[in-house]
């Protein structure tokens, strides 16, 4: 067991493009020289049991590269999104020695916060203009994020998104990072930024 990897987690709601933030992250490591291992917490069916386990579609900037290892797992029925074989996943990515491990939660709300448990570093996304976004981080996920992330910055409202959750986060007396993601200027800051956080955290 090496005990060496970065873990950093990816939550937020359903359609916040978490998937597309995990992919991005792993090309920015993978371009650093960083061995990655991404696992995808995916819902399960309260029917059959099955995961949706779409994930790999959306994870195609990385397709074909041997140094990342990509794991769909299905929360199978537990209250929090993290699933209960999530833990043992990553300690066995860190005990094959990946030098990062971006863990992406199912987006349930409130119990996001499971995620803390197992990431060093926890990127929250947040959509323009959502107020179940806002509701969600009322409900304490603004408690867990060291950075969040307004996604799809270029639409109506993502100003009104950042100022609201400045707000929010200076009223709870901590400094996290509030950045823009778009497909246009402010691509790659948010990858940037949690590669800092994950510095500063002496990882």
Same mark, same amino acid.
């Given at each position: 067991?090496? %005990?060496?990897?970065?873990?950093?987690?990816?939550?937020?709601?359903?359609?916040?493009?978490?998937?597309?933030?995990?992919?991005?992250?792993?090309?920015?490591?993978?371009?650093?020289?960083?061995?990655? %291992?991404? +696992?995808?917490?995916?819902?399960?069916?309260?029917? *059959?049991?099955?995961?949706?386990?779409?994930?790999?579609?959306?994870?195609? *900037?990385? /397709?074909?590269?041997?140094?990342?290892?990509?794991?769909?797992?299905?929360?199978?029925?537990?209250?929090?999104?993290? *699933?209960?074989?999530?833990?043992?996943?990553?300690?066995?990515?860190?005990?094959?020695?990946?030098? /990062? +491990?971006?863990?992406?939660?199912?987006?349930?709300? #409130?119990?996001?916060?499971? +995620?803390?448990?197992?990431?060093?570093?926890?990127?929250?996304?947040?959509?323009?203009?959502?107020?179940?976004?806002? #509701?969600?981080?009322?409900?304490?996920?603004?408690?867990?994020?060291?950075?969040?992330?307004?996604?799809?910055?270029?639409?109506?409202?993502?100003?009104?998104?950042?100022?609201?959750?400045?707000?929010? +986060?200076?009223?709870?007396?901590?400094?996290?990072?509030?950045?823009?993601?778009?497909?246009?200027?402010?691509?790659?800051?948010?990858?940037?930024?949690?590669?800092?956080? /994950?510095?500063?955290?002496?990882?």
């Amino acid at each position: 067991h090496t %005990g060496d990897a970065q873990v950093v987690g990816v939550t937020g709601s359903p359609g916040a493009g978490k998937s597309t933030l995990v992919d991005k992250l792993a090309k920015h490591y993978r371009d650093e020289g960083k061995t990655v %291992g991404v +696992i995808a917490v995916d819902p399960s069916s309260p029917y *059959s049991g099955g995961a949706v386990l779409g994930d790999r579609i959306r994870m195609a *900037s990385n /397709v074909g590269d041997m140094d990342v290892f990509f794991r769909s797992m299905s929360a199978r029925g537990t209250l929090g999104v993290l *699933s209960t074989a999530t833990t043992d996943a990553v300690r066995a990515l860190d005990a094959f020695g990946k030098d /990062v +491990i971006v863990v992406e939660t199912v987006g349930a709300g #409130q119990n996001e916060i499971d +995620i803390v448990r197992t990431a060093d570093t926890v990127a929250v996304l947040v959509q323009p203009a959502s107020g179940d976004d806002v #509701q969600m981080l009322k409900a304490g996920i603004l408690e867990i994020g060291d950075v969040f992330v307004v996604n799809k910055a270029d639409l109506d409202g993502a100003d009104r998104t950042v100022t609201e959750l400045q707000e929010m +986060i200076h009223m709870r007396g901590d400094e996290p990072r509030v950045l823009r993601s778009d497909v246009g200027h402010h691509a790659g800051d948010a990858e940037r930024e949690i590669d800092e956080r /994950v510095a500063e955290a002496g990882l």
